[in-house]
């Protein structure tokens, strides 16, 4: 039996979406943003081309900059790291087509992976049940659980619908999170069979480093860890 098969069989492992906290919102959204939401209902009212450019106002660089540390360069939906390869997409949460009165609200703008953007499209629901799990506001812990390198749905309207829409249980995801798991487990190996001292110290550090909020798939790795019965977090 596989470590990833072990891990599944442990009812206690809760993998999840990491939970994020917003920083300050960037002055140029603080200084422009009910201005620039006044000028973009307006042009939008009136079926104004212009409409279109001033929508992208959104997209300064001080703005992706503070979102890109907010999230620690990964996804805020699926955990994957993204700068290392690709700028990263900022998202709105409830989506400007449906909410274009919420297009420079900082609450409702965070970083993105191209294919959960993709994925997510323009689906948005102001009613509970239907709501996609927000990082921000929730505790997707109590909508979703990963067993291994899959993801199961804890809650049947918007666990579901989280898991569903945004495809987090995609092929490359779950090879992607089962790596991540492998090389983990190697190290938790090496670890086990380090006989007291430095080296088996080091390799302790070097674990709870794993855990870090900036490494990729670190809430997974984090619940890993506390399922073994010999390693303390």
């Known amino acids: 039996m596989s470590f990833i098969q072990k891990q599944s069989n442990v009812s206690s492992s809760k993998l999840k979406m990491i939970r994020l906290v917003k920083l300050d ?76 009165e919420l297009t420079f609200a900082w609450e409702n703008l965070t970083l993105v992976c191209v294919e959960c953007n993709r994925n997510k499209l323009d689906y948005y629901s102001d009613s509970p049940p239907s709501t996609l799990v927000n990082p921000y506001l929730d505790e997707p812990s109590e909508h979703l659980r990963f067993f291994g390198p899959s993801v199961f749905h804890l809650t049947p309207d918007r666990g579901y619908l989280t898991r569903q829409k945004l495809k987090l249980d995609r092929a490359e995801l779950i090879d992607r999170r089962r790596q991540r798991l492998e090389a983990v487990h190697h190290l938790l190996d090496l670890w086990r069979r380090a006989p007291e001292g430095e080296v088996k110290a080091q390799l302790r550090e070097d674990l709870l480093a794993e855990t870090e909020r900036e490494c990729e798939f670190s809430a997974a790795v984090r619940d890993f860890l506390r399922a073994q019965p010999d390693f303390a977090l």
Do not use: F, M
């Open 25 to 100: 919102c960037p002055s140029v959204l603080a200084l422009n943003a009910e201005e620039w939401t006044h000028e973009l209902l307006e042009a939008q009212a009136a079926g104004d081309p212009d409409a279109a450019r001033l929508r992208l106002r959104y997209r300064d660089p001080s703005i992706k900059a503070t979102l890109v540390q907010e999230t620690a360069g990964k996804c805020a939906y699926c955990e994957s790291k993204l700068r290392h390869v690709i700028p990263g997409d900022t998202e709105h949460i409830a989506p400007s087509s449906k909410r274009p």
